[in-house]
């Protein structure tokens, strides 16, 4: 079994490689073209690593639905990293983030007016390799693009909401962590030659994988680990009404809700043992964790309809990955 997992593990990292050569090569094309200043700043933070995951699922779900040619899906798979490092760029400006990745942000380094233009130019690029395909993927491209903004907008506006509610939080993660996974997965699927109706088992797939994401990402920042890339408790620090958060405050009532709220609203570090012990007593984390595991059981179950192949079998491995990332 060590074998096998072993083996998985160095074939999606191979991938993960050829994907960074084929964004270095697109970088180091655009600055020969001209991009000069924008191409060596997005390049700086769109290579500067990063698990890979979208456009490895993209490449999976292609190979999973039939697809032999990885250079006709190749260009989608870039897409979609490109336009996720742009909502990156403009995430650590709304953040006011100063390090990304390891390396200083980039309106850190050239001001919010440059930087703003960068994440423009990131989301061009990846909606440009995304229109090389037919009208079908290329609405189903500008969907999620489109519901990732409104989802962004919708945290914004939930930013300190003591009564942000489940449906609220699932909402924005469906929109701007679970959508690009669902969307990359359907159009993979077309791409290949699946049907409609075979396709949107991969959008379940990728729509389930996202929101189990997300959630471990939440588990995460609580728990703190150095795989996030920023410190713990940052998304509380900024507002941010994850669903341990929204948990502990449907459960608590009187003076043990006053001071969750309070220590929410008014959070900082020396604050943070009280609130893991807050968080702990109404079972927030294991609920989240309860929650991972049956989107995740969802993601599994989509990919029934799909015979054994080493594209599953990878698929699968991913989803463990996902589940023991917070372990």
Not at 90 to 107: L, V
Not at 145 to 165: G, I, M, N, R
Not at 257 to 264: D, K, S, V, Y
Not at 298 to 322: E, G, N, W
Request: charged fraction near 25%.
């Amino acid at each position: 079994m060590a074998s096998i997992e072993l083996e998985a593990s160095d074939r999606l990292e191979t991938m993960r490689l050829l994907v960074d050569a084929e964004l270095e090569a697109l970088i180091e094309n655009e600055i020969k073209n001209g991009s000069g200043q924008v191409a060596e700043l997005c390049g700086s933070v769109l290579l500067a690593g990063g698990k890979r995951l979208r456009p490895l699922l993209i490449l999976l779900a292609h190979e999973i639905a039939g697809g032999s040619d990885i250079e006709e899906i190749m260009p989608l798979a870039l897409a979609s990293e490109m336009i996720h490092t742009a909502t990156l760029v403009h995430d650590d400006i709304n953040d006011e983030a100063s390090h990304r990745r390891g390396i200083e942000t980039i309106h850190s380094r050239v001001g919010l007016p440059k930087a703003v233009i960068a994440g423009d130019w990131l989301f061009s690029q990846g909606f440009a390799l995304g229109g090389r395909y037919d009208e079908v993927i290329v609405r189903i491209l500008a969907q999620y693009c489109a519901e990732l903004a409104v989802a962004e907008f919708e945290q914004l506006d939930h930013v300190l909401d003591l009564t942000t509610s489940p449906e609220d939080y699932l909402n924005i993660v469906r929109g701007k962590t679970a959508g690009p996974f669902a969307a990359g997965c359907h159009a993979a699927g077309l791409v290949a030659g699946l049907s409609e109706l075979q396709a949107s088992s991969l959008k379940r797939f990728g729509m389930e994988l996202g929101i189990a994401f997300q959630l471990v990402d939440d588990l995460l920042d609580l728990r703190g680990d150095e795989r996030m890339g920023k410190p713990r408790g940052a998304d509380v620090i900024e507002g941010k009404m994850t669903l341990p958060l929204i948990h502990a405050l449907t459960l608590s009532h009187g003076k043990e809700r006053q001071r969750l709220a309070h220590i929410i609203e008014n959070f900082t570090d020396d604050c943070f043992d009280e609130l893991m012990a807050l968080l702990n007593h109404s079972d927030s984390l294991h609920y989240a964790e309860i929650l991972v595991r049956t989107h995740l059981e969802r993601a599994i179950a989509a990919l029934d309809i799909f015979p054994q192949s080493d594209a599953k079998a990878l698929m699968l491995h991913v989803t463990d990955y996902v589940m023991l990332r917070h372990a």
